[in-house]
T-cell receptor, first 113, second 116 residues
Framework: QKEVEQNSGPLSVPEGAIASLNCTYS??????FFWYRQYSGKSPELIMSIYSNGDKEDGRFTAQLNKASQYVSLLIRDSQPSDSATYLC?????????????FGTGTRLKVLA | ETGVTQTPRHLVMGMTNKKSLKCEQH?????MYWYKQSAKKPLELMFVYSLEERVENNSVPSRFSPECPNSSHLFLHLHTLQPEDSALYLC???????????????FGPGTRLTVL
């Protein structure tokens, strides 16, 4: 059973701090990695995608991928109260002749003003 | 209208009712997906369509019946549901599916379904 693990939180950080969200996955042949943000009662929206080892930066967000250790993380710099949401990690890869995306349960982030 | 749209946004139905959820994508994508999101559980993939062909049926009970008449529209027909089927049903699309996958999925706003 392929799995994606996230700490459910809540992760509480003060406004202006760096929030660090982590995700581990079990399938070594995973190829694509995504972070989605989901506000309560809303649908997931893409924050970052990453496909290669290393860091990828987009504004205040940095995704880090380490395939050898099978983890992917998301750093949010200068956290704002509007960043308070659940962050979903998704991992994609070939499985039994098709391509599947497996989601974690999400980490709830609370940014305290 | 842009992105992925879903109707209705909220649905309450009895266990003997028949209803349908509709999804439409305006992104020119070739793949469409149905997901179920229940409280405290990860998103569960239900069905995947690639160019109107079903490429994945993730052991979903037959009381859920998908239909994809073209690459822009996806339906989920519901009949004789159970209370445990109450959840947020999300539609998504991506450029490709199958072994060409790896593209970003874009989600619709979801249908909040309550089965009484």
């Amino acid at each position: 059973q392929k799995e994606v693990e996230q700490n459910s939180g809540p992760l509480s950080v003060p406004e202006g701090a760096i929030a660090s969200l982590n995700c581990t996955y079990s399938d070594r042949v995973s190829q694509s990695f995504f972070w989605y943000r989901q506000y309560s009662g809303k649908s997931p929206e893409l924050i970052m995608s990453i496909y290669s080892n290393g860091d990828k930066e987009d504004g205040r967000f940095t995704a880090q991928l380490n395939k050898a250790s099978q983890y992917v993380s998301l750093l949010i710099r200068d956290s704002q109260p509007s960043d308070s949401a659940t962050y979903l990690c998704a991992v994609g890869g070939p499985t039994s002749g098709t391509y599947k995306y497996i989601f974690g349960t999400g980490t709830r982030l609370k940014v305290l003003a | 209208e842009t992105g992925v749209t879903q109707t209705p946004r909220h649905l309450v139905m009895g266990m003997t009712n028949k209803k349908s959820l509709k999804c439409e994508q305006h992104l020119g994508h070739n793949a469409m997906y149905w997901y179920k999101q229940s409280a405290k559980k990860p998103l569960e993939l239900m069905f995947v369509y690639s160019l109107e062909e079903r490429v994945e049926n993730n052991s979903v009970p037959s009381r859920f019946s998908p239909e994809c008449p073209n690459s822009s529209h996806l339906f989920l027909h519901l009949h004789t549901l159970q209370p445990e089927d109450s959840a947020l049903y999300l539609c998504a699309s991506s450029q490709e599916a199958g072994l060409l996958g790896g593209d970003t999925q874009y989600f619709g706003p979801g249908t909040r379904l309550t089965v009484l």
